[in-house]
């Protein structure tokens, strides 16, 4: 994804889009008052529709998706292995955690689709770390039972968040102690609760710079409508410094597109993501099995896997930029000052 800097990124104005004068630099004179005076209002809303669900539901999820690694995991060819999915499940109810399926949040987890797009999303991360020197921000949108912070070897120093429930986190925390479940050496794993009122104002307070390059991993997060996804993107709009990737797999149900329709959902993710900042691509499951050397799945799956990259500048780099031209500005004028 090169020649960015060739594209004029529309900025955000009260509803309508703006440009900036110069492609490269962002229309801060219009979009910064009301970006960032948004970005309040926004987070509240992103925890009442995402993090007030059920949480019995929200768990038996993130144990299903559990249950599904530790079935691949015990494969004679698995794709990954994952050590840490039997310690998430309990002892008591261990079958029951791996039969039962919830009637919502997980329908649309396929063994086959799942395993796929885990590999998938393993693969692409590993490579993005790997290929960008500076990337060392990792932010796992998931469902509180992610055990790529443990399972995946991290660049040093490395800090990986996760923005997952909070009850669900606790307990994956409690029944990994003592498995010896650790992250990477000098990186470090910090959690913040879906259900904080702001995300954005935590994620920062953490440690986070928006003036860094960042990747973001979609996968788990309990979402249920599209206004939730849209919050979400609009935070990672915020936050993300331009160039910073997201990758992830989300269920079309969201996205009010046709089942196996690719054209469709091409089409309105490009309109969706771009509305936010981000140019992206969709794959199709049957071509990531062919590139795995992989049997294509068979029958409909009601999730799309997907890559986008951020155009826009963050609330962060609008914020130097910002300054930086107040202070040109100020030096203009007291040259002016002296030649009078």
């Known amino acids: 994804m090169a020649g960015l800097e060739s594209l004029i990124c529309p900025m955000r104005c009260g509803g309508v889009a703006k440009c900036s004068i110069f492609p490269f630099l962002p229309a801060a004179g219009f979009a910064r008052g009301w970006k960032w005076e948004k970005a309040g209002r926004m987070t509240v809303a992103i925890a009442a529709r995402l993090g007030r669900e059920d949480p019995d539901l929200l768990l038996r999820a993130a144990l299903r998706a559990a249950s599904l690694r530790f079935q691949e995991t015990l494969r004679p060819d698995p794709l990954f292995v994952d050590p840490y999915a039997s310690c998430l499940l309990s002892p008591v109810n261990g079958h029951q955690d791996m039969e039962e399926q919830p009637p919502v949040l997980t329908t ?4 086959y689709h799942y395993r796929l797009a885990t590999k998938f999303l393993d693969d692409k991360l590993l490579s993005l770390v790997s290929s960008m020197d500076e990337l060392r921000q990792i932010v796992l949108l998931t469902d509180g039972m992610d055990t790529r912070p443990y ?32 992250i990477s050496r000098n990186c470090m794993l910090v959690h913040v609760p879906l259900e904080s009122s702001d995300l954005q104002a935590i994620l920062c307070e953490k440690g986070f710079k928006g003036d860094k390059p960042s990747l973001w991993v979609l996968q788990g997060l309990p979402l249920l409508t599209s206004i939730g996804l849209k919050d979400i993107l609009f935070a990672i709009s915020n936050l993300a410094m331009k160039g910073s990737i997201l990758i992830g797999e989300l269920p079309l149900c969201l996205l009010g597109t046709e089942v196996g329709n690719m054209a469709t959902v091409q089409k309105y993710m490009e309109k969706l993501f771009m509305s936010h900042g981000f140019r992206s691509d969709v794959f199709d499951y049957g071509e ?8 294509p799945p068979s029958g409909a799956y009601e999730n799309v896997l997907f890559l986008a990259e951020q155009l826009q500048l963050s609330d962060a780099q609008m914020e130097s930029w910002w300054m930086h031209f107040e202070r040109i500005e100020e030096e203009g004028d007291e040259e002016g000052f002296e030649e009078l």
């Open 151 to 182: 399972r995946l070897s991290w660049p040093q120093p490395s800090i990986v968040y996760d923005v997952s429930p909070g009850r669900v986190f606790k307990v994956a925390s409690q029944r990994l102690k003592g498995t010896g479940a650790k």
């Open 288 to 295: 990531v099995a062919k590139n795995m050397l992989l049997d």
């Open 108 to 111: 649309t987890l396929s063994p």
